[in-house]
């Protein structure tokens, strides 16, 4: 009795599946007992041409250097016509051994044989296993819905994998694996995380600025009123602080943060030098404040033109 008609029976009387599920045993019959026997005709098919052209190649290779050797014997002691005998031999030998091993790469029979024969046994393995509730089945007091799904899925990534296998690199290789997308969605979140985490650091950079630069033009109006610095000029570098202010709301920290230094030692010289040198510090200082509000611009441009 071969596998087939075993397996068949067992199916038939001791395999006892739920009521919805009884039809199902005509499904494991198509599906799982004919692909090992599909694979083990293959197998034995296989095998047969594997032997022939291994056993070929061995004895081959085992004649052939001691035919040569022979003729380098004295002439006068061997057969008439032993050169001839020597050298067709050596050639057939030689020619049988090279189209055995040629076939034998050709059609891949060594790699082919292993492979049939590892996938036979898997499928009979995870049958018995599934028949007799043990190995991964063995949290199972009987052959429940759940086990015959994971039984068939078991079967499927078998004979999958076989497939894959055999015909490497022979399809489209491009398509991602789903553990390489779960693989870039993780770095794309680590990189969103370094991301968020460097603007936290820019805004608390800001931030920090932000309250010197208010600090110090505090001080600066002080210094103003104490020079008696003209209403008129005390507007203008108030709406110097507004622009800035402005700038910083509208464009962001990082657009003005460079111009702020620059601003900072601005209006202290002015303040230094008095109420008489304040009013050209004045002018530049709206220049300037102006010319990082258009640089600005101009960066938002670009970046909306890329």
């Known amino acids: 009795m071969n596998y087939t008609a075993k397996v068949n029976s067992i199916i038939d009387n001791n395999l006892s599946l739920p009521k919805q599920l009884e039809d199902n045993k005509e499904i494991i019959k198509s599906r799982f007992v004919e692909e090992v026997s599909f694979y083990e005709k293959k197998r034995d098919h296989t095998k047969r041409y594997y032997n022939i052209f291994r056993f070929i190649v061995t004895i081959g290779s085992i004649f052939l250097p001691a035919i040569l050797s022979m003729g380098q014997m004295d002439p006068a002691k061997l057969p008439k016509n ?64 759940k086990a015959y799904k994971e039984f068939c899925k078991a079967i499927e990534n078998i004979k999958r994998k076989q497939v894959e296998t055999e015909f490497q690199g022979k399809g489209n290789t491009t398509k991602k694996k789903p553990d390489d997308k779960d693989k870039d969605k993780d770095k794309d979140k680590d990189k969103d995380k370094d991301k968020d985490k460097d603007k936290d650091k820019d805004d608390d950079k800001g931030k920090s600025l932000l309250e010197d630069f208010e600090k110090q033009r505090k001080e600066s109006i002080n210094k103003s009123k104490t020079n008696a610095l003209p209403s008129e000029d005390t507007k203008k570098i108030g709406d110097i602080e507004e622009a800035v202010i402005h700038s910083v709301e509208e464009k962001g920290i990082k657009s003005v943060i460079s111009g702020v230094s620059s601003i900072e030692d601005k209006i202290d010289d002015a303040m230094n030098a008095g109420p008489d040198s304040l009013r050209p510090n004045i002018s530049d200082l709206s220049d300037l404040v102006n010319q990082k509000d258009n640089d600005s611009d101009d960066d938002d441009d670009e970046a909306i033109l890329k």
């Open 82 to 145: 032993f050169d001839q005998v020597t050298f067709w031999s050596s050639w057939s030998i030689s020619l049988m051994v090279t189209i055995s091993n040629g076939f034998l790469q050709l059609f891949s029979l060594d790699k082919n044989y292993f492979n049939y024969s590892l996938v036979v046994e898997q499928l009979k393995t995870e049958g018995w296993q599934f028949f007799g509730l043990s190995g991964k089945y063995e949290e199972y007091d009987t052959h429940e819905k």
